[in-house]
């Protein structure tokens, strides 16, 4: 079995409900074929895929987008070797969905009489 020495990290993307993940490639070079990412609304368990197609081997990055606010989300990558076989779990990087700010109010409200 390939074991996973690499951890995940994660910057924010372009929008508020998307993330971006990062990682330092498995030194695992000769066997890799990929990753599988994963994520969770609860940290260490639950862990559903969330890539359709294995992310190629040479890929450090992997965005997610959709994210609902006000919801914590907890991520795990896995290696995958050219037989299939995945890692263990990489390290668990976590992400919160913040609702935006509200815009300031418009100001000098006034009510004026209707000329007909």
Do not use: H
């Amino acid at each position: 079995m390939a074991v996973l020495l690499f951890s995940v990290g994660m910057i924010q993307a372009q929008s508020p409900d998307a993330v971006e993940l990062t990682w330092t490639a498995s030194p695992s070079t000769e066997i890799l074929a990929g990753y599988n990412m994963y994520r969770s609304e609860v940290s260490g368990e639950g862990y559903v895929k969330i890539n359709d197609e294995l992310i190629p081997m040479l890929a450090v990055s992997y965005a997610d987008s959709n994210l609902e606010w006000n919801k914590t989300y907890y991520y795990v990558c896995r290696a995958v070797s050219t037989f299939g076989i995945e890692s263990v779990n990489s390290n668990e990087a976590i992400w919160t969905v913040e609702t935006p700010p509200a815009p300031e109010p418009p100001t000098a409200l006034d009510v004026k009489k209707k000329v007909n």
